[in-house]
């Protein structure tokens, strides 16, 4: 029984999983603290607010809605999302793209219904092997396979 809970907690993706929420966490910190220590002020001053954007509110009726707490924090999850988005998932994208560009391509997966018995047939199928009807392959799997366009 502890075997198998050993070997649950130590598969890869279990201890990346934990060093990417760790690092998240402090990454989320370090750009919510920028964001009030610089952003929220730059705000307050843009609009003629008294310091830090950040501790702005309105009172009604004696209820205080602190709404520069809301500005602050979706300010810091916009910079949170756009550095991410362009410092991690942008390189990791043009990566996998350069690393798919060498494998081979399964000409046989991408498959498509015969257009006179709707037997599957693959894409780049000039006849269909069920009832032998010649068919016209399909360009996009022509293109993924690397093989000239047919006219």
Do not use: W
């Amino acid at each position: 029984m502890l075997s198998g809970f050993k070997d649950f907690i130590l598969r890869g993706n279990i201890i990346t999983m934990a060093i990417g929420l760790a690092v998240g966490s402090a990454f989320t910190a370090v750009v919510t603290g920028f964001s009030t220590a610089f952003i929220a002020p730059l705000i307050g001053l843009a609009t003629r607010s008294t310091g830090d954007f950040s501790k702005a509110h309105f009172t009604v009726e004696g209820t205080d809605f602190p709404y520069g707490k809301f500005v602050s924090a979706a300010i810091a999850f916009v910079i949170t999302a756009a550095v991410l988005y362009f410092v991690v998932v942008v390189p990791m994208m043009k990566l996998q793209m350069r690393l798919d560009r060498g494998k081979p391509v399964d000409i046989k997966a991408a498959l498509r219904d015969c257009p006179r018995c709707f037997s599957q047939i693959p894409g780049i199928a000039t006849r269909c092997s069920h009832c032998t009807s010649e068919v016209k392959p399909d360009p996009q799997a022509l293109e993924m396979a690397g093989l000239p366009q047919q006219r």
